[in-house]
T-cell receptor
Framework: AQSVTQLDSHVSVSEGTPVLLRCNYS??????LFWYVQHPNKGLQLLLK??????LVKGINGFEAEFKKSETSFHLTKPSAHMSYAAEYFC???????????FGSGTKLNVKP | DGGITQSPKYLFRKEGQNVTLSCEQN?????MYWYRQDPGQGLRLIYY???????QKGDIAEGYSVSREKKESFPLTVTSAQKNPTAFYLC?????????????FGPGTRLTVT
């Protein structure tokens, strides 16, 4: 069965420190992987995506994610947190043979001053 | 500008009334989706459509109905059979092409039923 797991429902960091949001998926099919950000009462905005090209993907605002097939992971990182990055982040997977997107349950990022 | 529009942003209804949420896209996308979002529960798929005049139930379709008469439009009706309709509703679209597919989201409609 296909599934996506975001390992932390809440992450709290201090401003200026690194951010790591973890995502693992489960499937034997080739995936496309996405990270979206959602600010309160807003739609989802695409941060970055992996679609079988380079495994290290760079997105908007300096966010990066690395696809590790052996670990079935796609963790999101940012070297230095800023207050404006406080939001909810969703990991999303689309498997080649399935016309559906699978969503993780979301990680709320809190950034302390 | 290309994108997805949802209207209205806020919607209030009395219990027992049907209500229709609008979703329009001008991205020429074949696929469209409706999601429901509740606090602490992430996004749950209600219905999706891969092509005009065709749609499939998602994970929580009970109490909802949709139509896809035009490529650009995918309205969602929340019926009186939906037991707990108060939620944030998000519409999305995508090209439907497996290797390059990605979803674009609208700004959402917050429905409150009292």
């Amino acid at each position: 069965a296909q599934s996506v797991t975001q390992l932390d429902s809440h992450v709290s960091v201090s401003e200026g420190t690194p951010v790591l949001l973890r995502c693992n998926y489960s499937s034997s099919y080739s995936p496309s992987l996405f990270w979206y950000v959602q600010h309160p009462n807003k739609g989802l905005q695409l941060l970055l995506k992996y679609t079988s090209a380079a495994t290290l993907v760079k997105g908007i605002n300096g966010f990066e994610a690395e696809f590790k097939k052996s670990e079935t992971s796609f963790h999101l990182t940012k070297p230095s947190a800023h207050m404006s990055y406080a939001a909810e982040y969703f990991c999303v997977v689309r498997f080649y043979n399935f016309n559906k997107f699978y969503f993780g349950s979301g990680t709320k990022l809190n950034v302390k001053p | 500008d290309g994108g997805i529009t949802q209207s209205p942003k806020y919607l209030f209804r009395k219990e027992g009334q049907n209500v229709t949420l609008s979703c329009e896209q001008n991205l020429n996308h074949d696929a469209m989706y409706w999601y429901r979002q509740d606090p602490g529960q992430g996004l749950r798929l209600i219905y999706y459509s891969q092509i005009v005049n065709d749609f499939q139930k998602g994970d929580i379709a009970e109490g909802y109905s949709v139509s896809r008469e035009k490529k650009e439009s995918f309205p969602l009706t929340v019926t009186s059979a939906q037991k707990n309709p108060t939620a944030f509703y998000l519409c999305a679209s995508s090209s439907g092409q497996p290797l390059t597919d990605e979803q674009y989201f609208g700004p959402g409609t917050r429905l409150t039923v009292t």
